[in-house]
């Protein structure tokens, strides 16, 4: 893999975390917010964000439970940001748009946490 690839995964994959820590911050999860850059650990903020318990991430790890459990896991996060649980299909249908979708949100100044 050419190493301008992988630099530019490294940069997206910064840019989404980060997106991720500023949604973490406007819930007032300033302490944490760093989560966000390390994989299973943005899985236990998301978590946080919706207000389940943090040993929930071990559903993950349960085949065909995890498919179920991540589309219901991402409805609650949408309505707690204020959005509505409709933009899941953007992520089984089209990944990279829910993606940048996250982005945007993440860093706008008008995404409020609700919860």
């Given at each position: ?38 994989p ?69 100044s ?6």
């Open positions: 893999m050419p190493g301008y690839l992988i630099l530019l995964y490294i940069i997206v994959y910064f840019v989404i975390c980060g997106g991720y820590a500023q949604i973490a911050k406007k819930a007032y999860y300033d302490d944490i917010a760093w989560f966000a850059f390390i299973l650990l943005s899985n236990i903020l998301q978590l946080k964000l919706i207000r389940v318990n943090a040993w929930w991430v071990l559903i993950c790890f349960v085949p065909v439970v995890n498919i179920v459990f991540m589309i219901i896991w991402q409805v609650k996060l949408l309505n707690a940001i204020g959005k509505h649980g409709a933009y899941v299909l953007f992520c089984i249908f089209l990944p990279p748009v829910y993606v940048i979708l996250w982005i945007v949100w993440g860093y706008s008008k995404t409020e946490y609700v919860l």
